[in-house]
């Protein structure tokens, strides 16, 4: 409030508008009290109050627009602070993040920011990752609604909702997958049918970048076997990473089991996608012809097909593992797309 009222005793006096040097003075008040976390509500109330105590009996309107200018830059230096205040959060939240996500960071650092954004890492957490790459921002409607949703119903539970390269992120404690499910549901139906992974939970600040990693792995994963499961679990994917360890391996088995599908009259894409469907039902013929669009009897004849072609029966439990084991390995190798060689070259 300091100089208001001999402001107002000047313009009263000569009708004059404020100086430039008053005006600064009044914006640089206004950030003063934003920095020192005054309510901007309580500061108009005492400048209408002095207003009232020092009107003159003799002013005319002239000393309206005094006083509107003096408010109007007091609330302006005021509502700069704060943008300022609010542009340095966000810069230390999104710097907090990178380092987070990217495990580049100091762990110790790491844990001791974490409680000023509601995480406490000394404990196990997993991570949920949502959306396409470059798709979503920290600022926009999507996240605003999911993370509502999430502490709607959890309240802050130390959880963190965030975006990282256009995904959507949940940090969530690793003993509470129900988060993790409530944000997945969430998530998958705010984006618009994009798949969600979840991680693994992990121990420590080094923890939450295992369990991102992992659910950027499932995504990876999903799209180059075509797996369009709307919730992809790590824990539920850990085979596939153990089938492609040694390609050279995988690649003498597609050629092996899979190959005699080259003889077929239409290549071997219909009897591979026919095998896939019918592994991907649970072997239950009538549900992957409902997904391959045919009649079971077509169906059962693309399956006796592929008996004779390779040599191994899809309904024989014997055999079955070996062929759904080489349909794995087709996907993860793009085979037929790609001219694999034996020796996995």
């Known amino acids: 409030m300091?100089?208001?009222?001999?402001?107002?005793?000047?313009a009263a006096a000569s009708g004059r508008r404020l100086t430039r040097d008053e005006l600064r003075s009044r914006r640089e008040l206004g950030e003063q009290a934003a920095e020192a976390g005054h309510s901007l509500r309580a500061l108009v109330v005492r400048h209408l109050a002095a207003t009232r105590e020092a009107w003159p009996p003799t002013a005319d309107g002239s000393l309206l627009h005094a006083v509107e200018q003096a408010i109007d830059a007091f609330?302006?230096?005021?509502?700069?602070?704060?943008?300022?205040?609010v542009r340095q959060e966000e810069a230390a939240r999104r710097e907090?993040?990178?380092?987070?996500?990217?495990?580049?960071?100091?762990l110790g650092r790491l844990a001791a920011r974490s409680e000023r954004f509601g995480l406490r890492l000394s404990g196990s957490h997993a991570v949920a990752v949502a959306g396409d790459p470059a798709a979503y921002d920290e600022t926009?409607?999507?996240?605003?609604?999911?993370?509502?949703?999430?502490?709607a119903r959890f309240g802050d539970r130390h959880i963190?909702?965030?975006?990282?390269?256009?995904?959507?992120?949940?940090?969530?404690?690793?003993?509470?997958d129900e988060i993790l499910s409530f944000f997945a549901a969430r998530a998958h139906a705010a984006t618009k049918g994009s798949q969600?992974?979840?991680?693994?939970?992990h121990a420590g600040p080094g923890g939450v970048v295992h369990s991102y990693e992992e659910a950027l792995n499932a995504l990876d994963l999903a799209e180059r076997i075509h797996l369009h499961t709307p919730v992809l679990?790590?824990?539920?994917?850990?085979?596939?990473?153990?089938?492609?360890?040694?390609?050279?391996?995988?690649?003498?088995?597609?050629?092996?089991?899979?190959?005699?599908?080259?003889?077929?009259?239409?290549?071997?894409g219909p009897l591979l996608d026919t095998l896939s469907a019918y592994f991907d039902a649970g072997c239950v013929a009538a549900e992957a012809a409902r997904q391959l669009g045919l009649s079971v009897r077509a169906l059962t004849y693309r399956l006796a097909r592929i008996h004779r072609l390779t040599g191994s029966d899809p309904t024989d439990p014997i055999h079955r593992y070996t062929l759904q084991t080489a349909v794995i390995g087709a996907r993860l190798l793009d085979w037929p797309g790609s001219d694999l060689q034996r020796g996995g070259t």
Do not use: W
């Open 160 to 176: 963190l909702i965030t975006t990282k390269d256009g995904r959507l992120v949940c940090i969530a404690p690793g003993n509470q």
């Open 75 to 85: 609330a302006e230096g005021y509502e700069r602070a704060q943008r300022l205040a």
């Open 140 to 151: 926009g409607f999507v996240l605003r609604r999911v993370e509502q949703d999430v502490f």
């Open 233 to 268: 679990r790590a824990r539920d994917l850990l085979v596939f990473p153990v089938l492609t360890r040694d390609r050279a391996a995988m690649t003498d088995l597609v050629h092996t089991v899979l190959s005699p599908l080259q003889a077929a009259r239409s290549g071997p």
């Open 2 to 10: 300091d100089g208001y009222t001999r402001i107002l005793a000047g």
């Open 196 to 201: 969600v992974a979840v991680g693994r939970s």
């Open 96 to 106: 907090f993040i990178d380092d987070l996500l990217s495990g580049r960071s100091d």
